[in-house]
């Protein structure tokens, strides 16, 4: 069964989203998720335009601005959630593991 | 300093992977890819350099999407650092030339279905278009040959034809198997993590064989043009004609392109040049183009205000010798009327006059099927009856033939043509102002029949 659009995020899905709670360009967003991860996580240009349509189009993130080819994004409240739930998920994986494998494994 | 290379590429659209590697090694060479034509791949020449390529699917532009997205694409790109090359189909091409860059895309199960998506709106519906425009015409052309038997299996153009057809059609089909091949092998990859398969050998060589395939084809096809029996002046003609055709198609396509035509009208435009590049064929008769056919004339003399030869070629049969009487005034013409691996066809004809002014006139078409039964579906075809005519059979004993048949108007009255069959053989026999009584049918018979094969 194929799975819901965005139930899950990937790194590029997530760290995209979170680059968009201050508005930003498409190029600004590219940097910010390098910055971000310290060049941990790169997104290409096509992977972003791609994500951005597709972000855009369910909702998570709105256009603010469009100034001549450049165009400004702002994550919404749908894209907030979206977020949210993700931290959430990613949470609780790490409470399983720490439940797992214990604090001293750990360290 | 070096001038701009033309290289005719077989890349598949979907190799992604080939494609950047091969125009990585070309840069690398000091060759960089200028622009993408209908036939070649245009590249200029550089100081040789890493440089990476990326092949991508673009969001659409024109009719079918708005230009405002594939600009700010590109805007992206360039942020990144991503020139755009070229376009290539619904596909673009872009480099960098950093030593490492970000790739274009970082997310391969997204680009795989980006991609997908693109095939599926160009390349997976002009492949299946073309199936089914070659599997229409394979039925039509073999319906043409089991009509016309005759026509098709003396012609070289008819028999290909069908041929040409079948092959495209195979071409056809395997170039959209291996399209889904890929595909499934492409999601087994990114699912584990990898990048898209690349395109396989066999795939590249076969698509390298088909155009060399279909490069000979149309050269075979332009060769069948040229009439057997007219001179060299025909060759050139069709040849001059041809290659203006290809001249023209080309400049034409890149105009039409360069003012944005759509694909169908590009597509009707390049379809009008094929039918003209075809039409040579239908030249021979036209008048001037005759200087042409004067070329082979044999040597010749005026008599009675008419040109008779000099030196007359031998014939199969010859009204002197139906007749054994004496014509001094002869006027003979050989024709081959077609040549396949099945069957062949050669025309005579005689125009005689005797001093009197006694004219005489005898024609026959010889011809050769040595398989039996194409050589039977020849002739059900020749002794199909049409509005006016029909055929009815004769006694063959005095022709020393196995079937013969006259040709007589549908009134009943009879026409001065016969339709005469040995195995192997038919000959058309036609004798104007000459009765063929059952000595002369001997005599005919005795020159045309086929000679005995050696015990």
């Excluded at chain 2, 299996?153 to 291996?178: D, K, Q, V």
């Amino acid at each position: 069964m194929a799975r819901e659009k965005f139930q899950t995020l990937t790194e590029p899905m997530f760290y995209i989203l979170l680059s968009l709670r201050e508005e930003c360009c498409g190029a600004d967003v590219m940097a910010r998720v390098g910055a971000l991860t310290h060049g941990r996580v790169s997104v290409g240009p096509g992977t972003l335009y791609n994500l951005l349509d597709s972000f855009q189009q369910a909702g998570m993130i709105r256009e603010t601005a469009v100034a001549g080819r450049k165009r400004s994004y702002l994550i919404t409240d749908k894209g907030r959630e979206t977020l949210e739930a993700e931290y959430r998920r990613l949470l609780a994986l790490t409470e399983d593991y720490k439940a797992c494998i214990g604090e001293e494994d750990l360290s | 300093m070096k001038r701009a290379a033309y290289r005719a590429e077989t890349l598949s659209p979907f190799d992604l992977q080939g494609t950047e590697e091969h125009l990585s090694a070309m840069a690398a060479q000091g060759w960089r890819l200028e622009s993408i034509g209908r036939f070649f791949w245009k590249y200029r020449p550089a100081e040789p350099a890493a440089v990476h390529y990326a092949v991508t699917a673009p969001p659409a532009a024109g009719e079918d999407g708005d230009l405002g997205d594939r600009l700010y694409f590109e805007e992206l790109c360039a942020a990144a650092g991503w020139e755009k090359v070229t376009d290539w189909a619904a596909l673009q091409i872009y480099a960098n030339g950093a030593e490492n860059p970000v790739p274009l895309e970082t997310d391969e199960p997204l680009r795989l279905e980006t991609i997908h998506q693109s095939m599926r709106r160009t390349y997976l519906r002009d492949r299946r278009n073309q199936l089914l425009c070659y599997g229409g015409l394979l039925l039509l052309t073999l319906g043409q040959v089991f009509r016309f038997p005759r026509a098709h299996f003396l012609s070289a153009l008819g028999l290909a034809l069908p041929l040409f057809c079948l092959l495209s059609l195979l071409g056809e089909a395997y170039a959209i198997a291996g399209y889904f091949r890929w595909l499934r092998r492409s999601r087994r990859r990114v699912e584990e993590g990898g990048v898209p398969a690349p395109v396989s050998r066999h795939y590249r060589v076969l698509s390298r064989l088909s155009g060399i395939l279909m490069v000979l084809l149309f050269l075979a096809q332009l060769g069948t043009l040229v009439p057997l029996s007219r001179p060299s002046g025909w060759t050139a003609l069709v040849a001059v004609l041809s290659a203006v055709c290809v001249v023209v198609f080309w400049l034409l396509d890149g105009a039409l392109k360069r003012r944005g035509a759509s694909r169908e009208i590009r597509a009707a435009a390049g379809l009008l040049l094929v039918v003209l590049c075809l039409l040579p064929a239908g030249f021979e008769g036209f008048r001037p183009f005759e200087f042409l056919d004067e070329a082979g004339a044999p040597p010749s003399y005026v008599w009675n205000g008419e040109n008779w030869d000099l030196e007359p070629q031998p014939l199969p049969l010859t009204v002197e010798e139906l007749t054994g009487e004496d014509w001094p005034h002869v006027r003979r013409r050989t024709v081959s009327q077609g040549r396949t691996p099945f069957a062949s066809e050669t025309s005579y004809s005689e125009a005689a006059s005797r001093e009197d002014g006694t004219y005489a006139y005898l024609s026959c078409a010889v011809l050769d099927a040595p398989n039996a039964w194409v050589c039977r579906r020849i002739l059900e075809d020749m002794l199909k009856p049409s509005q006016f005519f029909l055929f009815r059979p004769e006694e063959p004993g005095p022709w020393g033939a196995e079937e013969v048949y006259r040709r007589f108007y549908r009134s009943g009255e009879p026409c001065s043509e016969w339709i005469v069959f040995w195995p192997g053989r038919i000959v058309t026999l036609y004798a104007e102002e000459l009765e063929l009584t059952p000595e002369r049918q001997a005599v005919a018979g005795a020159g045309l029949a086929p000679e005995e094969e050696p015990s």
